[in-house]
């Protein structure tokens, strides 16, 4: 039995989902016929009160596709330096948009309206011109944390008075939304533009969303087709995420469970130098120095226990719908007697 902790992207179809695969009425996206990709659209924009879904194959697609949207070569986005489209999409933004990133030294992959204040470039000619704010919630590298959706209606005030557009990377909106009690149409009122994604927490091999209103998303199927991400009978996919977001929501409740358990373990370990606060479904953790951080990776490998670095010391793991109540059993339990030499 593997355990494999390194990311909730590890996921297989289950059963139910592979059955609604195969029943799936499927046509050509590309026209437009593929009854199973429209419903799935119409449900997720209605899902956030906004009038137009599009579906893509990766959550950076859909990203990259929003950036393009909201900006002009040579602007500015403001975003945390843990934002995953300035760290984790290849240098998208200035291949794709050709924008550049005002970076916030936040908390957590987390920040303030004020910050966005002073991160904005005054009006002058020589300066990029600032267009768009972006953040992510939860926050992938900021260790799943939350936003206090109270920061995020302020920063909406800021973007209001500057004339800038607002877009959310809701890799994991899922987690946030479970944990918090908070509905999505309280995302879709705030935000122009909204990227979900139903591959990580929901278990669907492959899939993400970008929402929004009729006016910004009039040339975000033209985007993605320049991306290369039109596709043909797409439904068999768009069926696993219709059946992820009707079974695999409320069960993400249990991910953040299991990880509040594996917080509470590390914190009585010996070698743990420090777990930061779990808040959904990612712990990130360092060990004491005296512990090599790739020997204890291949400790874990050795014993069929996949967890990841993050560079800088730190350690990750994420609970995901495979990792079963017997892995977590176990793991809890390996943990409790790592053989390590030190
Ligand atoms: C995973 C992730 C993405 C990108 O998703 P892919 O489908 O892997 O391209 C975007 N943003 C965040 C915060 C993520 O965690």
Known sequence: MTIDLRSDT???????????????????????????????EQKLAKMFGKSTALFFPSGTMANQTALKLHTNPGEQVICDKYAHVYNYESGGVAFNSGVSCKLIDGRRGMFTAKQVEEAINPSD???????????????NKGGGSCWDFNEILKIKQVCNNHDLGFH???????????????????????????????SKGLGCPIGSVLIGDHEIMKKAINLRKVFGGNMRQVGY????GL?????????????????????KCLHQLPFIKKVEPVETNIIIFQLVDEINEVEFINTLANHDIKIIGMGGGKLRIVTHLDYTTVMHDKFIEFLKNVPLNY
């Open 10 to 40: 590890v996921t297989k179809p289950s059963k139910g989902m592979l059955e609604a695969m195969m029943e799936a009425e499927v046509g050509d996206d590309v026209f437009r016929e593929d009854e199973t990709v429209n419903k799935l």
């Open 125 to 139: 000619y020589y300066y990029s011109q600032t267009s768009l704010v972006e953040i992510e919630n939860t926050t």
């Open 168 to 198: 959310l990377d809701g890799a994991r909106i899922w987690n946030a939304l479970v944990e918090k009690e908070e509905s999505p149409l309280k995302y879709g009122e705030v935000f122009d533009t909204i990227s979900v994604c139903l």
């Open 237 to 240: 996919l768009a069926a696993a």
């Open 243 to 263: 059946y992820a977001l009707d079974s695999n929501i409320e069960r993400l409740k249990g991910d953040h469970k299991k990880a509040r358990d594996i917080e």
